[in-house]
C-alpha cells in the first residue's frame, strides 16, 4: 500500500497483520480521490475507522490541512502514528484510539470536516448511525464530502429520514465494495 500522489507521493505504508482490519485497495482509493482531487487542498479530514491511516494521510498528502484519525484499536492507532511520522505528515494528525461513537461525541459543536472517511469493517453494518451521529454532532462542513465504503448498495439501512438529509453525490461498486460519496442536502443547511 503506498501514498499515491502529492508530498509524500510512492512511501509505502504499513498495515496491521491478520484480518482484523481491511484496507481499502488501491484501486478504490485511486477512484475515490479522482472524485474529489480538485477539492483537497487546505480541507479538514476526519478519517473514521482509519486501519493504518491510509486514507487521511493520502488527503494530506495531496494538500489536506489537517486530518483526524479514529480506530477503535490500539494497534491500529500505533501504525497510523507510525506511517504518519514516516511520510512527515504527522504534524498535521491527531490520532485517537476510541470507538466511532466517543470520537463524534467528542466533537460535538467543536469541530467541522470537510472530508470525511467512514469505512467500517462492513459486518458492524453501521454507517447509518456513524451518519446520524455525526449530523447531531454537527461535524459536518457545509460542502462536505461524506466517503462511504460498504459492502451494500444502501448505506442508510432503510431509514428515509436520514436518506432526505444526504444527496448521492456519487456511488459506484467495485467487486464487493461500494463507495457512495454523500453531500449534505440543502434542505438541511
Known sequence: ???ITGSAKGMNLETLDGNETRPTSQRVKEAI?????????GKRVLDLFAGSGQMGLEA???????????????QA???????AKKTRLFSSCRVSTCDYSQMIKGLAG???????????PYKLNCIDDVLKKL?????????AYVICENGGEDIFNGNKDLSEKFIIYKQNRYSISYVTVLKLSKEIL
Not at 33 to 40: K, T
Not at 60 to 74: H, V, Y
Not at 110 to 120: A, H, R, S
Open 135 to 143: 449530523l447531531q454532532a454537527n461535524a459536518i462542513s457545509e460542502d
Open 77 to 83: 492507532t500505533s501504525i497510523i502514528i507510525k506511517n
Open 1 to 3: 500500500m503506498k501514498i
Open 110 to 120: 467543536k469541530e467541522q470536516y470537510d472530508i470525511i472517511f467512514i469505512d467500517p
Open 60 to 74: 494530506l498528502s495531496r494538500g489536506a490541512s489537517k486530518a483526524t484519525f479514529c480506530d477503535l484499536s490500539a
Open 33 to 41: 480521490f479522482s472524485m474529489i482531487q480538485f477539492d483537497i487542498e
